[in-house]
């Protein structure tokens, strides 16, 4: 099985920094886009930012700037830097990505982390 487990989350104060991470194990043939979403208490889950195998990267348009995504391909490792950080950043960030576990094309299928919770708090 293929299992994304993210890390790196914690407490911080307004203005500080954090870098996520989220590997990815198990049975991997190939990983395509990965990337960061994010859902803060009552609202819905919702896109931060993604990357392509290549590095091409997308970003939600208010978090530019401060948020930046970046990839280890060969550890099957995404990043997230946030930077600047807000209390409206607090939320639990989710690791994803479209990952093939063989070279059967129907083998292609998205993967949810567990969440890692951030919480920007004085």
């Known amino acids: 099985q293929l299992q994304l487990v993210e890390s790196g989350g914690g407490l911080v104060q307004p203005g500080g920094s954090l870098r996520l991470s989220c590997a990815a194990s198990?049975?991997?043939?190939?990983?395509?886009?990965m990337g960061w979403y994010r859902q803060a208490p009552g609202k819905q889950r919702e896109l931060v930012a993604f990357i392509t195998s290549v590095g091409t990267t997308n970003y939600a348009d208010s978090l530019k700037g401060r948020f930046a995504i970046s990839r280890d391909n060969a550890k099957n490792t995404v990043y997230l830097q946030m930077n600047s950080l807000k209390p409206e950043d607090t939320a639990v960030y989710y690791c994803n990505a479209h990952c093939a576990i063989d070279s059967d094309s129907l083998s292609w299928g998205w993967y949810w982390g567990q969440g890692t919770q951030v919480t920007v708090s004085s």
């Open positions: 198990g049975s991997i043939f190939s990983i395509n886009v």
